[in-house]
């Protein structure tokens, strides 16, 4: 059960698809990280979520086959409601999608598998999200 509170941000949240499809990559290396929606380095690897021109920036180790779709939700209180994204993956989890989940500052983005997408906006919506149509961002892919 998704507690009152938490409910409530959800209710004053909204999400829109970005129109993009992503690839998930391990890099050796990245030249122009502008190129790319998102490069995390731990001691392990070099993750780059990107678009399809970005793959020719990276020295690619390993890539993920699958082709990503990304949600980006306006979170109404971000960094306080207990159970905002357990409320977004256990609805997902419910109906079978594997997900990938990242949080930035002042958004949560999930990633669903292409052939999902229009299931995970329906889930969505029905835990009380509001879709909105993509305005324009300030954030856009350098060769676009």
């Known amino acids: 059960m998704i507690p009152l ?13 970005e129109p993009d499809i992503f690839y998930y990559v391990a890099a050796l290396d990245v030249k122009t990280p502008e190129l790319h929606r998102l490069i995390c380095r731990d001691d392990k690897e070099i993750t780059v979520v990107t678009t399809e021109a970005g793959l020719t920036d990276l ?39 594997d997900i990938l989940l990242i949080s930035t500052f002042s958004r949560d983005y999930v990633f669903v598998a292409q052939h999902h997408l229009a299931q995970a906006v329906v889930i969505l919506q029905n835990i009380g999200f509001v879709k909105q149509e993509r305005q324009n961002q300030s954030f856009s892919l350098a060769g676009k």
């Open 5 to 17: 509170s938490t409910q409530q941000v959800i209710s004053g949240s909204d999400f829109y698809i």
């Open 59 to 97: 020295t690619i180790q390993s890539q993920n086959q699958e082709q990503w779709r990304l949600l980006v939700i306006n979170c109404a209180n971000p960094f306080y409601c207990v159970g905002f994204l357990q409320s977004i993956s256990s609805a997902m989890t419910a109906a079978g999608l």
